[in-house]
């Protein structure tokens, strides 16, 4: 079974604009971590944000933050004011206690000007 | 400074030749990670160690094999049993396997078989 669902291939948003990503996960833990990775087209894989499972609220970190729905097990990436530099891939990953990383499929962003 | 160095950046192998991708780690990390990432598609686990001369298979095992005899270093092989080893390899490290630690990546190295 999937562990990790991001079901929008491609999204595009207008510059300045907000975008969300969307994110959904699988685990029958309680206790867990959820990763927001960004690739761009150079290859390099940059983290940006950390939720875990325990924590009541929402990580933010700049302009990124995570809506978590631990109910609907869902773990959204929220842009704000998007800029042409956060054109790139965006990954959601899953750590169980004591495990490996998991990673999902994907979504690639394109802001337009 | 410290990082995650892969290398070469850029691999080309001939069919039925065994090749080994070489990632050092300089952060005193415990795990270590390797993945595949092919176009357009998500990253998948290949190998992965929490502590030195330790070592689990990951999602995608079969076709490469892996030592970890020192902390700093987990070189993955892919040997000529991988059927298609054209993609693009990251290899990865985290101080623990608990759930908080983010894992840090190498630049990756593209392999491409001729």
């Known amino acids: 079974a999937q562990k990790i669902t991001q079901t929008q291939p491609g999204m595009f948003v207008q510059e300045k604009e907000a975008v969300t990503l969307d994110c959904t996960y699988d685990t029958s833990d309680q206790s867990y971590g959820l990763f927001w990775y960004k690739q761009p087209s150079s290859g390099e894989m940059i983290f940006l944000i950390y939720?875990?499972?325990?924590?009541?609220q929402n990580a933010t970190e700049g302009r990124y933050s995570l809506n978590f729905q631990k109910a609907r097990k869902s773990a959204n990436l929220v842009i704000s004011a998007s800029q042409l530099g956060d054109s790139a891939m965006y990954f959601c990953?899953?750590?169980?206690?004591?495990?490996?990383?998991?990673f999902g499929a994907g979504t690639i962003l394109r802001v337009k000007s | 400074d410290g990082g995650i160095t892969q290398s070469p950046k850029y691999l080309f192998r001939k069919e039925g030749q065994n090749v080994t991708l070489s990632c050092e780690q300089n952060?005193?990390?415990?795990?270590m990670y390797w993945y595949r990432q092919d176009p357009g598609q998500g990253l998948r686990l290949i190998y992965y160690?929490?502590?030195?001369?330790?070592?689990q298979k990951g999602d995608i095992a079969e076709g490469y094999s892996v030592s970890r005899e020192k902390k700093e270093s987990f070189p993955l092989t892919v040997t000529s049993a991988q059927k298609n080893p054209t993609a693009f390899y990251l290899c990865a490290s985290s101080i623990s396997l608990r759930v908080n630690t983010e894992a840090f990546f190498g630049q990756g190295t593209r392999l491409t078989v001729v």
């Open positions: 160690s929490q502590i030195v001369n330790d070592f």
């Open positions: 939720q875990g499972s325990y924590d009541e």
């Open positions: 952060l005193n990390h415990d795990a």
């Open positions: 990953a899953l750590r169980e206690y004591g495990n490996k990383l998991v």
